[in-house]
């Protein structure tokens, strides 16, 4: 840290965590932030043969994977909107969420040699990891819109709202990052039950079917999933489905919920972690 | 706030402090052991070690202070809680100004980005700020002379150039305490020496320095102050000479003591060995070698009666086991033909033909061809970069033993 003034730092065993000082530190170290995305995204794309396209196979295969299971096997019902088109509309949110998440888990143990080294808001490598794979979320909506453009579907105002939908995708995976982030710190098991979550996530999310298709006994626990809310948003904005506010309103307070308690325990949990990497 | 102390205010004050780590499974990594500690008591009993222990310490402002001890004093992890990479268990530390450390050489650094990329990572990770880092980008090049491999991957770099990038970006902190844990322990000489250059201006800025370093010799020219480690208590705090002085009789002592009241030992005992010491070209008792500087290792031996023809062997290896070379005062031609009592021998070894790195020496005494006394790991021996060539350049550690040779133009 480079500041003017004279300060002091006290580090008191017997003091509580200081969370708010923590944040401010964390906005300090803007530029670390940038450099930490900048090295994910220029790493990712250098080091493997296909580079940036694997940015535009992995959901192009989820896709497919979806559209085959609920679109030819099972025929669900899309509202007379072509299958391909509803599964990539519902993909979008969910592959950014998915791709988060799983690389959150590990970001810090895979730090490990410079988080036991160095002194640097440990939130930010996280935090990175959410903020890179935002380039994985514009090539799948580009990848929408070259489909739009292909089912020669017009333009609509409610289109824009894909813009507040995605960052509300952007939160939830911060939010859910960062708990799995420092659970997986606290509890090695998390790298093994983390895959898990989001294989089952991927079915129990309304990516190729629509959430009104979901029993309405089984309704609210669906809509408990925050990306239920995005979903069905996304797919409202673009195809113009039926819109529940009320699942989208849950999944705004879920993520807001999930995020500020994500924060408490990291910071909370932030002071041991050179110890237990 | 400010503290004073001694008529000048401390920058660090430490009171208190202890750092508690728990060995062998730490701090609930798994589910199960947590979920069974939530109706088990006994779950939770782990065995724990200090780390520190009741470290009470004022640091000057503009002190620069070498920090030495054996392995696992605790000197790294005094620099860890002042640099807040971890948390003390107990205790209180106020810090006055801003504080960086220098880390161990390239741990920011990431192999597929270029020289270039990894200044501006490496920068940010050690807390400089984009425009900082960019207002000095032009001398943080110059110093590290890698001009013309800055758009390289660092992947490419040999490990010189790796220390170099490292070190360029890392003196150009101005943070106003600056933490070094053993950052000179690598590189060339004429760029350690450049390296020294550039931490002495820093002190000359008035700039606090906390250093740890095995490498008496440099602790020696940048500091005034030390503090001397043990088991992470504080011995000796103090002049840098009286604290390297304390630390090398601690030393000696411990390992002199143990060779005599070994009793893990072989041979007839006709001649034991009461004594085992290291001492440079001057006399000097010393802990760490210096590749290619002049070694005496002095035993004293001592003979329960009259004994004849006596050959000592004294085998240097490394912590593998692997034998390095030997040196015996019979294949040599300097034969001890009989001693009463105690006697004194010194084996000299001009040149130490080792490179930096850990060893120990073996000693066995033979009476008329049999054995009298062996003492295993008598002596550790930790050699430390020197001149053995006149460029002070060496081969990279652990690679072989140094020879002399020349070269000629025909």
């Known amino acids: 840290m480079s500041s003017t003034k004279p300060n002091v730092t006290i580090i008191d065993a017997a003091s509580p965590v200081p969370y708010f000082r923590k944040i401010k530190e964390a906005f300090q170290y803007y530029d670390l932030l940038v450099m930490l995305v900048y090295r994910d995204i220029r790493v990712r794309y250098a080091q493997t043969f296909f580079g940036m396209a694997w940015a535009f196979i992995n959901p192009v295969v989820s896709v497919l994977l979806l559209y085959f299971v609920f679109g030819i096997v099972i025929k669900v019902d899309t509202n007379g909107v072509p299958p391909l088109l509803y599964t990539m509309t519902g993909i979008c949110s969910w592959n950014y969420f998915s791709r988060v998440v799983g690389d959150a888990g590990g970001s810090i143990i895979g730090a490990q040699s410079l988080v036991k080294k160095v002194y640097f808001p440990r939130i930010l490598i996280p935090l990175a990891k959410a903020i890179s794979a935002i380039l994985d979320l514009i090539i799948v909506l580009v990848i929408l819109f070259i489909m739009l453009a292909a089912y020669q579907m017009s333009f609509r105002w409610q289109m824009l709202m894909i813009i507040p939908f995605s960052i509300l995708t952007v939160f939830s995976g911060i939010a859910f990052g960062i708990w799995v982030a420092s659970l997986t710190i606290r509890f090695r098991d998390f790298s093994h039950i983390v895959p898990l979550v989001l294989r089952i996530g991927m079915f129990v999310s309304p990516i190729a079917y629509g959430a009104a298709l979901v029993p309405v006994e089984y309704r609210w626990a669906f809509n408990l999933n925050p990306l239920t809310g995005i979903i069905e948003g996304f797919k409202w904005a673009v ?31 932030d002071k041991y972690i050179a110890d237990i990497v | 706030m400010t ?301 329960m009666k009259e004994v004849f023809n006596i050959v000592i062997q004294l085998e240097f290896y490394d912590l593998f086991g692997h034998l390095w070379f030997v040196c015996n005062n019979n294949m040599s031609g300097s034969s001890i033909i009989k001693m009463t009592g105690l006697k004194n021998v010194e084996c000299h070894i001009p040149k130490f033909p080792l490179n930096a790195n850990s060893y120990f020496m073996n000693v066995a005494i033979y009476v008329q061809n049999q054995l009298s006394d062996e003492v295993a790991n008598a002596l550790p021996i930790e050699v430390v970069p020197g001149m053995f060539y006149q460029t002070g350049r060496l081969p990279p550690p652990n690679k072989g033993v140094l020879i002399d040779y020349s070269w000629n133009e025909k």
Request: hydrophobic content about 40%; proline content about 1%; charged content about 25%.
């Open chain 2, 3 to 303: 503290f004073l102390f001694n008529g000048m205010s401390a920058v660090i004050t430490i009171e208190g402090v202890s750092k508690i780590y728990h060995r062998g499974k730490t701090r609930k990594s798994d589910l199960r052991r947590t979920i069974a500690s939530l109706w088990s008591e006994f779950g939770a009993s782990r065995e724990t070690f200090y780390a520190l222990r009741d470290i009470d310490l004022k640091i000057g402002m503009g002190e620069v202070i070498g920090i030495v001890g054996p392995n696992g004093a605790g000197k790294s992890t005094l620099l860890k809680l002042l640099s807040r990479i971890t948390f003390p268990t107990q205790g209180r530390i106020m810090i006055q100004g801003t504080l960086s450390s220098m880390i161990e050489v390239g741990t920011g650094f990431h192999p597929e980005l270029t020289g270039r990329e990894n200044i501006y990572l490496n920068g940010a990770i050690i807390g400089m700020r984009r425009d900082e880092i960019n207002r000095k980008l032009d001398s943080i090049i110059s110093f590290s002379g890698l001009e013309s491999f800055l758009d390289t991957p660092v992947k490419h770099y040999s490990s010189g150039m790796y220390v170099r990038l490292a070190f360029a970006v890392a003196a150009h902190l101005d943070s106003d305490i600056l933490l070094i844990d053993e950052v000179l322990a690598v590189g060339d000489n004429e760029f350690r020496r450049k390296c020294l250059d550039k931490l002495k201006d820093v002190a000359y800025q008035g700039r606090t320095i906390l250093m740890v370093s095995h490498q008496m010799a440099h602790l020696k020219e940048l500091c005034k102050s030390g503090v001397y480690l043990d088991s992470g208590k504080v011995v000796y705090h103090g002049s840098i000479d009286d604290t390297i002085n304390q630390y090398i009789n601690r030393v000696n002592d411990s390992t002199s003591i143990s060779v005599k009241d070994r009793t893990d030992r072989k041979g007839n005992g006709l001649v034991m060995i009461r004594k085992l010491e290291a001492l440079d070209e001057y006399g000097n008792q010393i802990v760490t070698i210096h590749a290619g500087h002049a070694v005496n290792v002095r035993l004293e031996l001592e003979a």
């Open chain 1, 239 to 269: 195809l113009g489905t039926e819109f529940n506010s009320a699942s989208l309103i849950t999944s705004v307070i879920v993520i807001s919920l999930v995020l500020i308690a994500g924060v408490w325990y990291f910071l909370r949990l």
